[in-house]
């Protein structure tokens, strides 16, 4: 991604840029073409069985074959019936809540806007995605519904056509998905962790043998490097897996990414290596390869120390970065005693946690649905103000789905969604009533070229999280336009005020999100990043002795710096796709920033190892003495953190917080304590406890010294 990075910034290159980032992203990898064909089955299920049973609202079944999550299918029943639940419930709430302000003009606009701002918090604050989802559907276009001068009956009618289409679409889905079934539980994470790992051992073992790498493998690198860990980040973060598997997971998915990364860049170097450099090369490969090994073996990685006498000539040097996040990868699991604290049992299926943790303190929560309910509650009055009410339900689903696929930066979701617009809006909708659909007069043919688009918009959206939203615009606007009757249309008007739905929901949704509230992705990012350091330097200190609920208050700070690590990635993908004077100076940042935070990561996962000993959890006691000592490294590794955020947001240069010595005075403390009590507390409780100390003392150091050095 680096090397692709620099060479965008050039004007007279930015065409080949583009044209080598599409190839790389539409390049067949394994398990692509299965992937497509069980989407393109299940949309077209979907479809058969909607237009043969005339199920009005037949696009939002097929569009929610896209929604629903594919990353577990083990965990497929459970959300089915999940989905069910969600359905009923915002069936339910519609149907109830608009009885009291049916006949109160002013009290169903309140309505209407409140459903917007409830839809979009679910969206937000709910950690079962197929749920949230499927309940905000269900609102976002059940509000249109009932603005119809029609019977209540009517409406009532329609409203549970609705939650049946939506129905259709889960049932197949789960159907497919069972139907295709043959991972465990973490294999979705498992197996592209050890595809990466495996990639990047090939890699080093040409080099240690000094032979060139073959194409096969730097295709593979390339391919791994562009793809990212968004994809693996978001189904942690979807999935119902406990919070230690999510938490210690993600920084093992960090940290093989960042070794990809810089994989890919030790592939544009020349450079020569010596007979000590390719020795040096092997064993990180063989280390490489134990490590993939006991991932895929399902066992916690032995600890890894290379031999630091070691010389590096300056011919590799990357080698020095790569050893030290191969050696930061068995630290992900510190704290575990076993695989079953980290690895889902193979007889297990994610259990069901409807709610995020800090669904009620997380104020980005609230941030998102104000915002969604701005956006949407705008197209409601536009659409009522100029009586075109047949723009309505594509505006409100535009809306809504729109923020369902939301990611990277402002700029990244502009292009995509007017460019989505462009081709599945004009070309394939307006496109095929014009030249295509005139020409077929049988289901037959209609589903042929209903599977030709779809598997196009499959194959895109199986692309990396950069490029997939694109795909699943192209489905949502083409359904909008293509499935709403049962005929085909005689007359452009329908299509018309279809994609003119699509396209006041695409201008409210860039007006909200892009411009009033949005900023770039590299302030975004940097923004994030230093509340991270914040955040994480209050996690350090908890609990406080002073405050009450301190498992509560913690975990809630644990969700807030997991999210903040998502989102920053999320904003560094975006930062690819914004240009101006400032474009070298921003993808220097962010390079900076995402090796800072795959080290910070590495931090944050072993400080949730160091506070069961913070807590004086059963089998994690220490001395009085020494749990003291422990409160006050503590102390200044915050200072530390707290250092670094005020120094990268004012861009000043702050006064040093010392923090060499620190575990000596921690280890000596330890050790008085040790002296005056049992003999075999040093080895049960007090070695691991040291051990990871000094790999925290080792973490902070490095990374203040890198940040000092950087000047931000």
Sequence with gaps: MA?????????????????????????????????????????????????????????????YTFIISRENPTATLKSAGTTFLSVGVGAAYVLLSVGFVISAPIL????????????????????????????????????PIWDRHVSAETNVEDTLWLTLAVSVGAVVVAA??????HINPGDDIVLPIAERLSAVEKLLSFYGEDRPVDQATEKTITRLELLGTST??????RSAYSPEYTLQMGGVVALVGRLVDIAAALMQLSFPTSG???????????????????????????????????ELSPGVPLLHEMEKLVELIPQAFAGSRSTDEYVPSSDDIPGINLVSPDAFVNPEHLKFAL??????????????????????????????????????????????????????????????????????????????????????????????????????QIVVIFCLINLQEFARQTSLAAVRDRIA?????????????????????AVEMKRVFISNLRLLAQFVREPLAEEGRPIERSHSLRENINANFDTTQASADGVLFEF?????????????????????????????ALRKYRLQLPGFELPEGAHVAQQEFDDRIAQVLDAMATRMENGASEERVHFEGSFERLKEAAGTCCANGPCQLLSVNLQPFLTLSRTVENIVTSLEKEMRLANL
Aim: proline share 3%; hydrophobic share 55%.
């Design 176 to 181: 497919i998905e069972l139907a295709f079934a």
């Design 371 to 472: 915002k969604g309910c701005l956006a949407a509650s705008s197209c409601y009055i536009i659409y009522n103000a100029i009586a075109w009410p047949s723009i309505g339900a594509p505006a409100m689903a535009t809306c809504l789905l729109t923020a369902l696929s939301a990611v990277g930066a402002s700029r990244q979701r502009q292009i995509l969604r007017f460019a989505a617009f462009v081709v599945g809006g004009l070309f394939l909708g307006i496109g095929a009533e014009v030249f295509i659909l005139p020409h077929l007069d049988s289901i037959t043919g209609f589903t042929l070229f209903f599977m030709l688009v779809i598997a196009l918009a499959s194959w895109f959206i199986t692309s990396s999280p950069r490029l997939s939203y694109f795909g699943f």
């Design 580 to 608: 101006g004077a400032s474009r070298q100076h921003d993808l220097a940042l962010r390079n900076r920033i995402r090796q800072w935070q795959t080290t910070l990561r590495a931090l944050f996962v072993i400080r949730i």
């Design 3 to 63: 090397a692709l990075a620099q060479s965008a910034p050039k004007s007279p290159r930015s065409l080949d840029w583009f044209r080598e980032f599409l190839r790389q992203e539409l390049a067949p990898y394994a398990g692509r073409f299965e992937t497509v064909v069980r989407m393109v089955i299940a949309a077209t299920l979907v479809m058969i069985v909607c237009v043969t049973f005339r199920i009005p609202y037949a696009f939002e079944g097929v569009i």
């Design 501 to 521: 739905g699509v396209f006041l929901g695409l201008c409210m949704m860039w007006l909200v999100f892009d411009q009033l509230w949005g900023s770039s992705a």
């Design 108 to 143: 169903h606009v309140l309505w209407v806007i409140g459903s917007f701002f409830l839809s979009f918090y679910a969206l937000s604050a709910m950690t079962n995605y197929g749920a949230a989802s499927t309940f905000a559907v269900v609102i976002a276009v059940g509000v």
């Design 276 to 310: 000590s450099d390719q020795k040096q090369l092997r064993n990180l490969a063989a280390t490489v390869a134990r490590i993939r090994t006991d991932v895929i073996n399902r066992r916690i990685p032995g600890a890894i120390q290379f031999d630091p006498d070691d």
């Design 232 to 237: 693996l980040r978001r189904i942690l973060r």
